[in-house]
């Protein structure tokens, strides 16, 4: 009837208003107080040149590479601006990217100093599915997991309650609410996600074509975001991964084991595939690279179709799970597929265990980020190693008229002592007992010099190994080590750094690996870190996806071997070296171990404050150390 219908509309309508009400009111409500929020400390030399110049970039929705040196506060010179934007309405949603957990705390508590200016902003922190989930096991369907079942029915009043009740987005508020509705926690948390003013998360939430957002970055969908990307250089190798994909033929031969009775089009569709990557397994000595794979496209297409028939009626948990994680494993080479351009590489690939690999190599990300980045508004990238910048914004952005600033380091020079030791070397024609007891000797000057926390870190865990297993065996004095384990839990994790918080009358060294968890994005500072020893240039190991990004660059008239192996190997450099300086009443020492630092090519990355370097050797690097602490004793006086 009529009024059943009236009745039935006029409830619909209630419950848009109710939230449109509230974001209307909130809105104003956050905006209001954005105009009464200063920054929040004493700016640092460079640091407001730095706002200055993220304020401008959003203004003109552009993007920003910014290379800051560690110290200058890199954090709320993004993020306060971007506040402030949002603000003025250039902007309606903050995203704060990171690669590491450790990153997003400090973002986070970035949000929370603004807030104790009363700044009504609403922050989220995603959380991963497998972190966060109740489940012992994360299968999300309703039969087996209780807060699936109904959850659509319950989620919108948690988060409409959650919403009106508190500005507080923790992990634990989350939880706490999802276990009071019943709800899943993760499913929850992007639905809030929708209504906040900021969301902190990992850069595959936003770039990566299998896990982005969709309600944000689904195709044909965009908004007036804010891309705050934090440690923008990890993104170049992250972009690789997410844009490239790989199938291999032993598992179209493990499918069609798994399914051969009774579905003779699938196999049929399977058989076919195989052919077609048989033929170009003989043709591989090793690895070849492809002009095109349109033929096994085609194939692959039409297997697409029997698979989704054949997940739809299988009844078979086991197999239909083993089948579905093949299907999005050929569907996600279609659809990287379709977007192959001059910025990858197609090759083929006959593994050491006798497996044969089609790959689709994304070598330059920078097309498939930009995607992404259209998206939103503007893009600020920052980072303490973003040298050279050239080679960042090559690989991180298609647009040619992006915006760079280089912030000069806020710290006086005296108060660090680098040294570029030249009768060391990690090359693997050197490596040997009498190598790795050299590096032990240096690691043991160094720390005779003062008392404290010092760091080593190493090319790889083998290279670490070798040099504890020397130190271990020189004559001790009060030293504790600490070591990094290649799976530490985050538990273990936390112990390690916690030992150099504690107070102690003896040195601690920590024996870690370049590029590792402890490499970056970890604070130590004053004299919670006095040292570290840089062993090796950090480059990758020879493999064959390094040289084939050499060899792509080399053809590009870029010089192959800089782009594969000599900038990602200094970058692990700077930000191992970083982690010393952290403030202004830090001091310490860097010492940079190994004769290829001599080299004027390692030496063009160095950040211009590294200008003050003295080379040294396993002779006077402890005369050379004795006098700077000996400095530092006087400046206090």
């Excluded at 309405?89 to 903050?94: D, F, H, R």
């Amino acid at each position: 009837t009529r009024a059943e219908l009236k009745k039935w509309f006029e409830e619909l309508v209630s419950e848009y208003e109710k939230w449109a009400r509230y974001q209307m009111e909130w809105r104003a409500k956050r905006n209001a107080s954005i105009k009464t929020v200063e920054f929040p400390f004493e700016y640092r030399d460079g640091q407001k040149k730095l706002v200055a110049s993220v304020y401008r970039t959003i203004l003109r929705k552009k993007k920003l590479f910014i290379q800051a040196p560690t110290g200058v506060g890199k954090t709320m010179a993004a993020v306060f601006p971007a506040v402030k934007a949002v603000g003025e309405e250039l902007g309606e949603k903050i995203f704060y990217l990171t690669a590491k957990t450790i990153t997003r705390t400090v973002a986070s508590q970035a949000f929370e100093i603004l807030r104790k200016q009363d700044l009504k902003m609403k922050v989220i922190t995603l959380t991963a599915k497998e972190k966060i989930c109740f489940c012992e096991e994360t299968i999300c369907n309703p039969d087996a997991c209780p807060y699936a079942k109904g959850h659509f029915d319950r989620v919108n009043a948690a988060v409409y309650e959650l919403l009106t009740s508190t500005d507080e987005m923790s992990r634990e508020v989350l939880e706490e609410q999802a276990r009071k509705w019943n709800v899943c926690p993760f499913e929850m948390a992007l639905d809030v996600s929708q209504w906040v003013d900021a969301v902190i998360c990992d850069y595959n939430y936003v770039f990566d074509p299998n896990a982005h957002l969709k309600r944000f970055f689904g195709d044909g969908v965009k908004g007036e975001y804010l891309f705050l990307i934090d440690e923008a250089h990890n993104l170049v190798e992250r972009g690789r991964t997410m844009y490239s994909t790989s199938i291999c033929k032993e598992d179209f031969l493990k499918i069609k084991k798994l399914v051969k009775y009774g579905e003779p089009k699938l196999v049929s569709a399977l058989e076919n595939c195989n052919k077609q990557l048989l033929e170009l397994k003989r043709e591989c000595d090793g690895c070849q690279i492809l002009n095109s794979v349109s033929h096994v496209y085609i194939k692959l297409l039409s297997l697409m179709t029997k698979l989704e028939e054949f997940i739809e009626d299988c009844k078979d948990e086991v197999i239909r799970k083993g089948v579905l994680e093949f299907y999005f494993g050929i569907r996600n080479f279609i659809y990287i597929h379709d977007r192959l351009d001059e910025n990858y590489l197609i090759y083929s690939e006959l593994s050491e265990e006798g497996k044969f690999y089609l790959h689709l190599f994304c070598v330059n990300p920078a097309g498939c980020l930009q995607e992404y980045m259209g998206k939103g508004n503007s893009t600020i990238l920052f980072s303490a190693t973003f040298l050279p910048i050239n080679y960042y914004k090559k690989l991180l952005s298609a647009e040619k008229d992006d915006y760079a600033i280089y912030a000069e380091s806020p710290f006086e020079q005296s108060k660090r002592l680098l040294l570029l030791g030249n009768d060391v070397s990690t090359k693997y024609t050197r490596r040997g007992p009498e190598m790795y007891r050299k590096y032990a000797e240096y690691i043991m000057r160094v720390i005779k010099g003062r008392t404290g926390n010092y760091l080593a870190f190493f090319p790889s865990y083998r290279f670490l190994e070798e040099v504890w297993e020397a130190f271990m065996e020189l004559p001790q004095e009060q030293i504790e080590v600490a070591v990094q384990s290649q799976y530490m839990t985050e538990q273990e994790r936390e112990e390690f750094l916690k030992k150099f918080e504690q107070e102690r009358a003896h040195s601690l060294i920590g024996f870690c690996v370049m590029g590792g968890i402890f490499s970056e994005g970890i604070d130590l500072t004053e004299d919670k870190l006095i040292g570290a020893m840089i062993i090796g240039t950090g480059l990758p190991q020879v493999c064959l996806e390094r040289e084939l990004l050499k060899y792509y660059f080399d053809r590009k008239n870029l010089n192959g071997f800089d782009y594969a192996y000599l900038y990602p190997g200094m970058n692990k450099v700077l930000q191992s070296a970083g982690r010393v300086i952290r403030t202004d009443q830090d001091r310490g020492v860097i010492a940079l171990l190994d004769e290829r630092f001599m080299d004027r090519r390692c030496q063009e990355v160095f950040p211009r404050e590294w200008n003050d370097f003295q080379i040294c050797n396993s002779e006077n690097i402890e005369e050379k150390i004795a006098g700077f602490w000996k400095e530092e004793q006087m400046d206090k006086r």
